[in-house]
């Protein structure tokens, strides 16, 4: 099949109605829970026997900012970014007086990479304070990947995330990205010598932008099967309060489109990697990726804007800079918000993030939340049912398969739980003024 002849399998994923259905069942639910109150924490919880944890570290700058890019980030000047990283190391210091300890780190931003010598002492210093981290993940832009100084990572960092988004040049000047990072074969050709410099390269893809025909999409996934990275992510294009302007109606696709573009990438990247999410594909099953909800029930945030999810609560730290280094210069955390969930809204988060990770399991319910999720969480999972998105599997009774349609339910769900995400991150950033940035 040539990338001018795309055709598509006919099956629909799943009936709009059903997708319009999920979209509002998200929306009631992400506006119940998803609203933090104010704290000011002088102290987070203590870590609990036998729990594993994540260490998150944010870098929040980037050189040039896009339009519909929804994370946490300023644009960069350096004294500001080195204070910053300064910070974070003495953040990461009281996390370890508090005794935790941690298998893997992932670093988020921004782009992490901004300044190179920074990164490379903040990561040495985390490894140093948690000789149990196994495994640390960062994230980049195709710009930085040839400089000298980005090489200095390798050995240290075992999974790079680098954000390409389309080799198509047509949707790189859509997103804006084509004078900021180049033309799509300019990166093609970069990404083959970044690929060399780590265990794991993964490149970030996005689908969802007008104009993205099939063709397109199609053509981009051919692009990756000659990179052959170990892994890759396809978002889809998240909208949000913040960037609804810039975005909805002037560089997303109308959202029935999904579906088919949902279908090329599981048609391509599907037949050729072991699909880890609903929008991660790697090359074996056993590796880590962006979304490390999935693996790790808690984790821990340090950094402004960084979230942590501990025991039953999830805690924001500030996202104006300028408080986030007065509190930690006052030994405090720089947490500023927190939210507490019940038993129930704990286990349909789970059951979201297993129906995603098609990682849906009853012993992982009755040993870790003590619940038989049939009885526990009965109409979400007849829902699930009923819409042909899991069944039952005949060789193991706690095994429970997730259909094509319910890997895509489960983008659908995640999409609309990032992007209600998204809007908190929005909101605790609208009265941040220029001396907070
Ligand atoms: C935080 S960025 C870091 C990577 C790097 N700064 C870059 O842009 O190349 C991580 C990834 O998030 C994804 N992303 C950003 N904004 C998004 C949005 N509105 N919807 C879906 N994915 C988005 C992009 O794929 C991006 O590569
Ligand atoms: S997409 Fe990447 S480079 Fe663009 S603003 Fe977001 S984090 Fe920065």
């Not at 946490?72 to 508090?98: G, I, P, T």
């Not at 780590?198 to 104009?211: E, K, L």
């Not at 909208?239 to 975005?247: A, D, E, G, I, M």
Request: hydrophobic content about 35%.
């Amino acid at each position: 099949m040539t990338a001018s002849h795309y055709v598509p399998r006919p099956r629909k994923l799943l009936p709009q109605w059903m997708l319009s259905f999920t979209d509002r069942v998200m929306d009631y639910y992400t506006k119940r829970y998803l609203h933090c109150d104010p704290v000011i924490l002088q102290r987070p919880p203590e870590p609990q026997e036998g729990h594993k944890y994540l260490l998150y570290a944010h870098v929040p700058f980037c050189k040039t900012l896009c339009s519909y890019c929804t994370f946490h980030r300023f644009l960069f000047k350096e004294w500001k970014a080195r204070e910053y990283f300064v910070n974070l190391r003495r953040e990461m210091d009281y996390v370890h007086s508090l005794g935790y300890t941690f298998h893997s780190m992932y670093v988020g931003g921004g782009t992490t990479t901004i300044l190179e010598d920074e990164l490379i002492k903040t990561l040495e210093y985390a490894k140093k304070l948690f000789p149990t981290i196994k495994e640390i993940s960062c994230e980049t832009d195709p710009q930085i990947i040839t400089t000298p100084a980005f090489r200095n990572l390798k050995g240290l960092v075992d999974r790079m995330s680098i954000g390409v988004q389309s080799f198509n040049d047509d949707i790189l000047k859509l997103s804006e990205r084509y004078e900021k990072f180049g033309s799509g074969a300019e990166i093609f050709e970069r990404l083959q010598y970044a690929q060399e410099l780590f265990p794991t390269c993964n490149i970030d893809m996005m689908f969802g932008f007008r104009g993205q025909n099939l063709d397109i999409l199609h053509d981009d996934m051919e692009k990756i099967f000659k990179l052959n990275p170990r892994q890759v992510t396809t978002y889809p294009l998240m909208v949000t309060s913040q960037t609804k302007k810039s975005v909805k109606n002037v560089i997303a696709a109308p959202g029935n489109e999904l579906a088919d573009q949902y279908r090329v990438i599981l048609d391509t990247l599907g037949s050729h990697y072991r699909q880890l999410t609903s929008w991660t594909f790697g090359r074996t099953n056993d590796e880590g990726f962006d979304e490390y909800v999935v693996d790790y029930d808690e984790y821990l945030g340090v950094g402004s804007g960084a979230f942590s999810f501990l025991n039953d609560s999830l805690y924001v730290n500030t996202f104006s800079l300028r408080r986030y280094g007065e509190r930690i210069a006052a030994g405090h955390t720089g947490v500023e918000r927190k939210r507490t969930f019940d038993h129930h809204a704990i286990a349909q988060y789970r059951l979201m993030l297993g129906l995603f990770s098609h990682r849906l399991s009853r012993k992982y319910f009755r040993d870790v939340h003590g619940i038989n999720v049939d009885r526990y969480l009965f109409k979400e999972m007849m829902g699930l049912r009923l819409a042909g998105a899991i069944q039952d599997d005949p060789n193991d009774p706690d095994r429970i398969v997730v259909t094509d349609a319910g890997k895509f339910l489960g983008l659908v769900m995640m999409k609309a739980f990032y992007s209600a995400m998204d809007n908190v991150r929005a909101e605790l950033r609208a009265p941040l003024r220029e001396e907070d940035m």
